[in-house]
């Protein structure tokens, strides 16, 4: 065979070294050869595949520094240039300043849809754009990559490869992802049957929606607020992956849906949220079943919308649960609904009841909190200060901060109530006083206030009441406008 010239200064070749056969071909037919001498062949053969080998690795390398070198000079090319400009001779320091400004931001990618169109907001993309030095910049800090927002409603082109992009840039930085469907109706009644949604999302949308979530390794905070029976789309196109999904380092999970682990749909999905080994916080708009996530591992649990069908599962199933800190129930519009035996939890240190107060009573007469510390609640128009009181006083807590958002039914209290109230309350060092509307509630609790928390320390009240409460409040409690 013909040999390989490699270097024409030096005159390194490559002359291959065919096996020459130890045993005649007859005819063409296949040659025949005891096993030992088909042995020797295959070992002489082996040694001439090395030699191959061995030149192929060192050309590869020759070319990989050839390579290497041509990308470090052309890197310095660009910074001569660039230094012949105004904006070129700014120290980089600076530079990085600025950039550090422009990625204070929630998401450092965001898709929204403006009337039918893709509005993109990604400054520090649009950054890397502008010439090598900025780029060079902006891709030395992975962690500029790592929160990305997208509304996959009517989605008319294909964001992967600007998606992909952020995911390359990121390296194995954790990241914080967002979904969400502008166009998913307020009442989610207009959607009577799963197949009217099918022609809802667009192609598109469910590729970059099953994008991100491909990257359930890598993601530390996630929330989807979309219609449940997306995940219905995504099998129907064929988009569910092949493999499980595994959450790594999921810590946060915020979800507006109603997510059913038994449903074949949602199963993929829910398996890979139970096995999150590292998910604490967890916030979703029903009640979830018990075997949604694994409940003893939560330290913050927020109910979105109280329903009266999950909940006393799902607070039964929360007693053995002693490391849930924080416990927050939203707005509820429930029929009233029956816990059956009062429920302990033992470690809950903040608990907060949302607006409306349908289900205070019944969330206050069954909830003993022995650990409770901070409490945030929305006054209604009939609130159950009774259910209150009686909750604070079999929880025996060491209640220190108590925030009372619209304060129009505290004055309707009579001074019984309040001495009743703050009375169990002595450690009480913080009250917060929101929304308040007309005279000042805190001169008309102040006298049984000074009586029965001798702890207070602080009344925070909006700031543009600030005057008027200093001139009621003694001087040993500050007054804090928020």
């Known amino acids: 065979m013909q040999t390989v010239i490699l270097c024409e200064q030096c005159n390194h070749s490559f002359t291959p070294e065919p096996t020459q056969l130890p045993f005649p071909f007859w005819c063409q037919s296949a040659p025949e ?20 080998d061995i030149e192929l690795e060192r050309l590869r390398n020759t070319v990989r520094n050839l390579e290497l070198g041509r990308t470090a000079l052309f890197r310095q ?29 929630e998401y450092f990618l965001s898709i929204a849809d403006n009337d039918g169109c893709q509005a993109i907001a990604a400054p520090l993309f649009v950054a ?21 927002d997208v509304d996959i409603f009517s989605l008319k082109r294909d964001i992967n490869p600007l998606l992909d992009i ?55 905070h996630l929330e989807i607020n979309t219609y449940e029976y997306v995940f219905s789309c995504l099998k129907t196109h064929k988009l569910i992956p092949d493999s499980p999904i595994t959450f ?42 018990p075997n949604l996530f694994q409940l003893d591992r939560l330290t913050s649990l927020t109910i979105l919308q109280v329903d009266g069908d999950g909940l006393p599962e799902m607070l039964s199933a929360l007693v053995t649960c002693t490391t849930l800190h924080s416990l927050i129930f939203d707005k509820d519009d429930i029929e009233p609904f029956v816990l059956p035996i009062a429920t302990i939890l033992p470690s809950v240190r903040f608990l907060s009841v949302g607006e409306s107060g349908s289900s205070h009573a019944m969330i206050f007469d069954y909830l003993t909190l022995p650990s409770l510390e901070t409490l945030e609640t929305t006054v209604a128009e009939n609130w159950p200060h009774e259910s209150l009181r009686d ?36 450690e009480l060092t913080v009250l917060k006083l929101d929304r308040l509307r007309g005279e000042l ?20 009240v909006a700031k543009s009441q600030m005057d008027e409460a200093e001139k009621i409040v003694r001087s040993t409690v500050r007054i804090v406008g928020v």
Request: aromatic share 8%.
């Open 248 to 289: 790594n380092i999921l810590r946060s999970f915020t979800y507006h849906g109603a997510l059913e682990p038994d449903f074949e749909d949602d199963e993929w999905f829910c398996n890979g949220l139970l096995e999150a080994p590292l998910l604490s916080d967890v916030t979703i708009i029903n009640s979830p079943p």
């Open 441 to 460: 509630a805190v001169g008309y609790i102040l006298p049984v206030l000074e009586g029965q928390c001798p702890s207070l320390t602080e009344i925070r």
């Open 391 to 426: 909750m604070i006083r079999r929880s025996v807590s060491s209640l220190k901060t108590l925030t009372v958002i619209d304060d129009s039914s505290i004055r309707k209290l009579d001074s019984s109530s309040l001495l009743e109230l703050f009375g169990l309350c002595p």
């Open 77 to 105: 090319i660009q910074q001569h240039r660039n230094s012949s400009i105004s904006i070129g001779r700014v120290p980089t320091e600076i530079l990085e300043i600025i950039f550090a400004d422009l990625a204070d931001v």
């Open 128 to 148: 890397t754009q502008v010439c090598t030095l900025w780029r060079n910049i902006v891709t030395s800090h992975p962690e500029w990559w790592t929160s990305i």
């Open 33 to 52: 050869a005891s096993k030992a001498e088909a042995a020797q062949l295959i070992a002489l053969e082996e040694i001439e595949l090395q030699r191959y």
């Open 166 to 220: 952020f995911f390359h840039n990121s390296k194995s930085h954790p990241l914080t992802i967002r979904i969400v469907d502008s166009g998913r109706p307020e009442d989610m009644d207009d959607f009577d049957e799963s197949d009217t949604y099918y022609k809802h999302p667009t192609p598109y949308g469910l590729s970059a929606f099953i994008n991100l979530l491909q990257q359930a390794p890598r993601i530390e």
